[in-house]
């Protein structure tokens, strides 16, 4: 187990309600975390995907905003389901 904070956002709740994304904490920094982050906020199981409670959901959008902030050489790390936002990731701005 970890000793110490590795986000400036308050995890505490989440953690105990889905002690399966602590995950974060290890991954924390990477791009691979930025990936998971953002697939935690996304469909990936075509509507069958209940959703985060709305204090969770916020938790994990704090998380995203965060580690785009802290980490922002990997904001624009694209997983292969994000070509549901549309297959030209250039009229973006994605490089």
Do not use: N
Not at 14 to 21: D, E, G, K, S
Not at 22 to 40: A, N, Q, V
Not at 66 to 90: A, I, M, T
């Amino acid at each position: 187990m970890m000793t110490g904070k590795v986000t400036e956002t308050s995890t505490e709740k989440l953690y105990a309600r889905f002690p399966h994304l602590r995950k974060i904490d290890l991954m924390w920094g990477s791009p691979e975390c930025r990936k998971f982050i953002f697939m935690l906020m996304t469909d990936t199981r075509e509507g069958a995907r209940q959703g985060f409670p709305k204090e969770h959901a916020a938790t994990i959008l704090s998380l995203l905003m965060e580690h785009d902030r802290r980490f922002p050489q990997f904001e624009h790390e694209l997983g292969h389901h994000d070509q549901r936002w549309g297959h030209d990731v250039s009229r973006r701005g994605f490089r």
